[in-house]
């Protein structure tokens, strides 16, 4: 994350009830994504991207699940402008080989 981002700075923060640690990564033009990593947990459980000080994306994650060894969110509750949408696993496999005429990864 330090390449993509110029500054990260971690804190500790509490959300209601709940303590996270909040990795605070500045980008360009005053964007900042903000991850809040479980006290307890180590697991990512929210992201936010905060652009002219006004938050743009929002998402919580929930309900961690085992898949192949990695632990990945079942369920993400996203929001953007006003509008919710909620994405669930329903199947995992990783490391599937992929066509690169459907697939092109992105070049960093």
Same mark, same amino acid.
């Given at each position: 994350? @330090? @390449? !993509?981002?110029?500054?990260? #700075?971690?804190? /500790? &923060?509490?959300?209601?009830? !709940?303590?996270?640690?909040?990795? !605070? &990564?500045?980008? =360009?033009? +005053?964007?900042?994504? +903000? !991850?809040?990593?479980?006290?307890?947990? &180590?697991?990512? =459980?929210?992201? #936010? $991207?905060? @652009?002219?000080?006004?938050? #743009?994306?929002? @998402?919580?994650? /929930?309900?961690?699940?085992l898949y192949e060894g990695v632990r990945i969110p079942e369920?993400?509750?996203?929001?953007?402008?006003? $509008? =919710?949408q909620v994405f669930k696993v329903i199947y995992c496999k990783? +490391?599937?080989?992929?066509d690169t005429s459907e697939f092109r990864p992105p070049v960093?």
């Amino acid at each position: 994350m @330090s @390449s !993509a981002f110029k500054d990260i #700075t971690v804190q /500790k &923060c509490r959300i209601g009830d !709940a303590l996270f640690y909040k990795v !605070a &990564c500045p980008g =360009e033009d +005053n964007t900042v994504l +903000n !991850a809040y990593v479980g006290y307890d947990s &180590c697991q990512i =459980e929210r992201i #936010t $991207v905060v @652009s002219g000080g006004k938050v #743009t994306y929002d @998402s919580s994650l /929930k309900g961690y699940g085992l898949y192949e060894g990695v632990r990945i969110p079942e369920e993400t509750l996203v929001r953007i402008d006003g $509008v =919710e949408q909620v994405f669930k696993v329903i199947y995992c496999k990783l +490391n599937t080989p992929l066509d690169t005429s459907e697939f092109r990864p992105p070049v960093f």
